[in-house]
């Protein structure tokens, strides 16, 4: 007999197998018994829902182990700024505010501005007038020292040029006069010397004739015979010397003449040379006011202003005002930097060439040098630019910056953190607790000071903080504060001598 429900197991060890349902009542027909697939259907669904949410279990688990983990780091970290923002608060109300204690290098500075100006700078200006001829250079042009610059046309430079030739012509014709004077006096002197020579030969061949005659009676009583006088006439040597002299004063005067002419006429020619205009130095021309054909200079009432400029800009030169309070810090070769208006990305390296001996003006005790009262008092002080760029121009501003004091490698701390006991001897006050704001008094040595910052050597270390405003009020150089909030150095421990 066939019933329905669960089959049972063959035999009667071990465990029963889950019942599986069969399809319909009975089966007369004696088919074995089927698998119900909807009730198949069901039980798989059954298993997947299962392990989904075995799953969902799986990532809620880590989910909130996740979220665990964060709400701790959030919880230390809020904790932290908890801890900072109290720490801050407490500083805060107590007044204290602080500095950090820094390691570099110290520059005391001494700042003004003036205008660039080249190394050197000339004007090329005609000494002669007239009409401008040729021009040859033009603004930003690089010439060399002796280079023409531009001509000048004058006709009167040109005719002065010829009437010295022919003075020196005349002269030399004057010379040739009295050069000829001079050798017919040499010529005279010696013909006078010939004719008193022949003359005393003469004479002497009628004496010895007279001797003859008066030896021989025959001849003293013939006809001829007559006395007759020996003697020749002198020779005047001097008058012909003087002569000479005169005719040599003659050529002087004219060697004179010709050289007084050979004078006028060089003078004329450098004048006429004059109407080349060339340059005094090498350098860049940084202006041209003139134009072929015009008349140099200006118009009657208005300003002259130079032909051509040529200026040096291979090095260039910054002058600044330097009030008195400051002027004493300066020296000669001092470092320096240059930063101009016209170029806010340049900065130039300069030095300290010169420093006026007197101010730009004067005070008399009720008047500055501005006339009024209590006007500042400057001195001049120049420094050079030995490779300035080339973008730079003359009268651009400029500003310097000079150091007048470099300590390296110091340490350094506000200046309103620098304080000072009855004795002169400098002290900081060190924060080492931000919470229990207990600090340590550190004695210092101050090496130098600009106003805002103090180069110190002492018992500091890099990094720490000093207080520079808020100081306790019953606060005692060398004691505590209240609680002892203030620890002496000995007490403190590690404190470090550096610097």
């Given amino acids: 007999m066939r019933t329905h429900g669960n089959r049972q197991p063959a035999s009667s060890g071990g465990t029963a197998p889950l019942a599986l349902p069969v399809i319909g009542a009975a089966v007369e027909s004696g088919a074995p018994d089927l698998i119900d697939a909807e009730a198949l259907a069901d039980m798989q669904a059954f298993n997947d829902l299962k392990a989904k949410r075995k799953k969902q279990r799986k990532k809620k688990i880590i989910v909130?182990?996740?979220?665990?983990?964060?709400?701790?780091?959030?919880?230390?970290?809020a904790f932290m700024w908890y801890s900072a923002d109290q720490a801050a608060r407490a500083l805060e109300e107590s007044g204290l505010q602080t500095g950090m204690v820094e390691r570099g290098t110290f520059e005391e500075t001494v700042s003004a501005s003036g205008n660039l100006q080249p190394v050197a700078s000339v004007t090329a200006t005609p000494e002669v007038?007239?009409?401008?001829?040729e021009v040859l250079v033009a603004v930003g042009d690089r010439v060399e020292a002796g280079q023409t610059l531009f001509t000048v046309v004058n006709a009167d430079l040109d005719k002065a040029v010829a009437q010295a030739a022919q003075g020196i012509e005349q002269a030399r014709n004057g010379v040739a006069q009295a050069q000829a004077s001079l050798d017919d006096a040499y010529r005279a002197k010696e013909a006078g010397r010939v004719a008193a020579a022949q003359a005393q030969a003469q004479a002497q061949a009628q004496a010895a004739a007279a001797a003859a005659a008066a030896a021989d009676p025959n001849l003293a009583s013939s006809p001829d015979s007559q006395p007759a006088s020996f003697e020749a006439a002198p020779f005047d040597e001097g008058s012909y010397d003087s002569a000479i002299r005169q005719a040599e004063l003659g050529v002087s005067n004219a060697n004179l003449a010709l050289q007084s002419a050979q004078e006028a006429h060089a003078e004329a020619v450098a004048r006429a040379d004059k109407r080349i205009v060339k340059a005094a130095i090498a350098g860049s021309v940084v202006a041209v006011n003139i134009e072929p054909g015009k008349a140099l200079?200006?118009?009657?009432?208005?300003?002259?202003?130079?032909?051509?400029?040529?200026?040096d800009l291979s090095q260039m030169t910054v002058s600044i005002g330097v009030n008195e309070i400051d002027i004493l810090k300066i020296s000669a070769d001092q470092e320096a930097s240059v930063t101009f208006t016209a170029a806010p990305d340049l900065t130039l390296p300069a030095k300290v060439v010169n420093i006026a001996t007197t101010s730009?003006?004067?005070?008399?005790?009720s008047a500055g040098m501005y006339g009024g009262p209590g006007g500042p008092v400057t001195y001049t002080v120049k420094?050079?630019?030995?490779?300035?760029?080339?973008?730079?121009?003359?009268?651009?501003?400029?500003?310097?910056?000079?150091?007048?004091?470099?300590?390296?490698?110091?340490?350094?701390?506000?200046?309103?953190?620098?304080?000072?006991?009855?004795?002169?001897?400098?002290?900081?006050?060190?924060?080492?607790?931000?919470?229990?704001?207990?600090?340590?008094?550190?004695?210092?040595?101050?090496?130098?000071?600009d106003g805002l910052t103090s180069a110190v050597k002492g018992m500091l270390k890099e990094g720490e903080q000093v207080v520079v405003s808020g100081m306790p009020a019953d606060f005692a150089p060398g004691g505590?504060?209240?609680?002892?909030?203030?620890?002496?150095?000995?007490?403190?421990?590690?404190?470090v001598v550096v610097g």
């Fill in 64 to 77: 909130a182990a996740v979220s665990v983990v964060v709400v701790a780091v959030i919880g230390v970290g």
């Fill in 129 to 133: 007038d007239g009409i401008v001829g």
């Fill in 297 to 311: 200079g200006g118009a009657q009432g208005s300003p002259v202003t130079a032909p051509v400029q040529i200026a």
């Fill in 360 to 365: 730009t003006g004067f005070t008399d005790g």
């Fill in 383 to 449: 420094l050079l630019i030995a490779q300035p760029d080339p973008r730079l121009k003359p009268g651009m501003t400029a500003k310097a910056t000079i150091v007048t004091k470099k300590v390296e490698d110091t340490l350094l701390v506000p200046i309103s953190a620098v304080q000072f006991d009855g004795s002169d001897k400098g002290f900081v006050l060190v924060l080492t607790d931000p919470e229990t704001q207990q600090v340590e008094q550190r004695s210092i040595e101050v090496v130098a000071s």
């Fill in 480 to 495: 505590s504060t209240p609680a002892g909030a203030v620890a002496d150095v000995a007490a403190g421990g590690g404190a």
